[in-house]
């Protein structure tokens, strides 16, 4: 009998976020035709934006930092298989841990490794070279929701642990950033998104009927569907905002 999953490996989903084929195209298209020569992704889970940034930017070298390591090793093994391998380094570790500076710097969900908001945006604009670009992306709410909704989320939620997008770029104007493209998820994205995290669960379930992993996965999947179902969806919304720094 084959191993479970362990939530949240992502094992049917191209991107860790709410990102489409399209949009993951678009935004490379965009990112690569300023022709970066050094491109860090921090959080970068398996690394696919990065990837895909490098197979656009055949000059380009990049690093990834994900401390999760099951992570980093389907991150080596992806780029490994592209030939990748030898102008990119993923490395177990913190996000906040990294000192060194780039012409294309990307944060996807994951400016919680720098504490708060405000915090992660100062940090990064620190590591934007001159004339470089950040692409940045958290959650916002697109509305704000009643405390019932918020009872059906993460433990401990509260309505200040989001703000609202024209809040959200005005903290990273506040930064020292220049917004250039500001886009949201759509709801096709999160379906896609939230969909692809508990099919892995339910597809193992149901291929192993009746033993005890089968009955904890079905039980995180049914945690995780209500997460979304019943808590954020609708209210929360997801941006990526691609951001300037002057020369």
Known sequence: MSSPPAPGTGSLLDFNSPLSAERAHRLV????????????????????????????????KGVGIEQHAADVSRARANAEARGLEERVTFVEGSAREYAGGADLVLNIGAYQAYGTMVEALAALRELVNPGGRLLFAAEFWEERPSQERLAHMWPGMTVDDCVELPELVELTVAAGFRPLRIE???????????????????????AHPGTPEADELQAKSDELRSLWLRGHRDLMGFAYLTLGVPV
């Open 29 to 60: 298209t965009q990112m690569a035709a300023r022709e970066p020569v050094t491109v860090i992704d921090l959080g970068c889970g398996w690394g696919e934006l990065l990837l895909r940034l490098l197979v656009a930017l055949p000059g380009a």
């Open 184 to 206: 949201r998820a759509t709801r096709g994205e999160w379906e896609e998104f939230e969909s692809g995290i508990v099919a892995e669960l339910e597809e193992w379930a149901l």
